[in-house]
């Protein structure tokens, strides 16, 4: 199994920056493949980013791609996420999520395992 843990998220002013982190136990950086995603009140969640854990490829949504970069590091079985050039749009609950294998879907409902979650709030 392998449990999840997100920090790093907050408050910050449009065109701030912050970086989440994605905290793995587990069977994580060996057997799982780990998303980010983000959910809006009244909105679908969302895929964000990914990394793949042997290639170090990197994926985005859009949305994102060009302020958002995705990273991990493997000693610390951590994954990140550095939002650069927030927008209010931004705003939301980001999760780190996990599932068993290589293949880093983009629905969530592809993922057996989630972290609790993390504020981002960006005012204008």
């Known amino acids: 199994q392998v449990q999840l843990v997100e920090s790093g998220g907050g408050l910050v002013q449009t065109g701030g920056s912050l970086r989440l982190s994605c905290a793995t136990s587990?069977?994580?950086?060996?057997?799982?493949?780990i998303n980010w995603f983000r959910q809006a009140p009244g909105k679908e969640r969302e895929f964000v980013a990914a990394?793949?854990?042997?290639?170090?490829?990197?994926y985005y949504a859009d949305s994102v791609k060009g302020r958002f970069t995705i990273s991990r590091d493997n000693a610390k079985s951590t994954v990140y996420l550095q939002m650069n050039s927030l927008k209010p749009e931004d705003t939301a609950v980001y999760y780190c999520?996990?599932?068993?294998?290589?293949?880093?879907?983009?629905?969530?409902?592809?993922?057996?395992?989630w972290g609790q979650g993390t504020q981002v709030t960006v005012s204008s």
């Open positions: 999520a996990a599932r068993s294998g290589s293949v880093h879907y983009i629905l969530p409902r592809k993922y057996d395992y």
């Open positions: 587990g069977r994580t950086f060996s057997s799982y493949a």
């Open positions: 990394i793949s854990r042997s290639s170090g490829r990197t």
